[in-house]
């Protein structure tokens, strides 16, 4: 019971990310796509924890944890490029 | 004109020590299950350019005034170490040994020679990293 469940729900979590992928192939500006990306990086984690769930093992536990870290150290790079044109600065108070 | 980063700067504070935890765990946790000296040491090095993207150069150098490229150094110097230590008991080089040990608080621990070897792989992971990214990820 639990098995077909899972299976349903990696479906339904892949095509979200089809239509996000819609997003990225298609968003009319940068910020459209960087918000897309980041969704992509949650789905991608769900993803990961069903199908360690399906193969019945806990060996990705850390996998999920760095996704998610990895995502949002991605994501504030991607909006400070986007927002000041320089993602590491040398001196910011000057 | 100055922008004002004080959500980032504060969730940084918070997260900047989970990250670190975690990779020490991913570090300490590699014999037996996934983990290791590789991934410890670049998530390690995400901390540090979460750090680098929050506040700036010269911040970062004044909290952790570190050369990485003594880091890096001193990584090889371990796992070299490591592996010619192995010549001082008539083995082969780079033959690991381990033992169990009663420690105080953690009781009956394996305490293992690739664990040092692990740590030379970490501190060269992060030197390199920081160089890189320190060198070439730096505006004008």
Do not use: W
């Amino acid at each position: 019971m639990l098995e077909i469940i899972i299976r349903i729900t990696l479906i339904c979590v892949s095509l979200s990310m089809l239509g996000l992928i819609y997003r990225v192939i298609k968003g009319p500006t940068t910020p459209d796509r960087v918000v897309a990306l980041d969704a992509l990086g949650v789905n991608l984690i769900a993803i990961v924890a069903l199908v360690s769930m399906l193969i019945d093992s806990d060996a990705f536990l850390e996998v999920i944890l760095l996704l998610g870290i990895l995502a949002f150290i991605g994501t504030v790079s991607f909006s400070k490029f986007l927002e000041k044109g320089a993602i590491i600065e040398r001196d910011r108070n000057r | 004109m100055k922008t004002n980063d004080v959500i980032l700067q504060t969730v940084t504070k918070v997260t900047v020590f989970i990250i670190i935890l975690f990779s020490l765990r991913l570090f300490f946790s590699g014999h037996y299950t996934p983990g290791g000296g590789f991934i410890g040491g670049l998530m390690t090095a995400g901390a540090l350019v979460l750090l680098l993207l929050a506040f700036d150069l010269k911040t970062v150098a004044n909290i952790l005034p570190i050369d990485y490229k003594i880091v890096t150094a001193i990584g090889l110097l371990f796992a070299i170490g490591t592996a010619a230590g192995a010549l001082l008991f008539n083995v082969p080089f780079l033959t690991h040994a381990f033992d169990y040990f009663t420690l105080p608080i953690l009781g009956k621990t394996s305490l293992h020679t690739a664990v040092l070897f692990d740590t030379g792989v970490y501190l060269v992971v992060v030197g390199v990293t920081m160089t890189i990214i320190q060198t070439i990820g730096v505006s004008d």
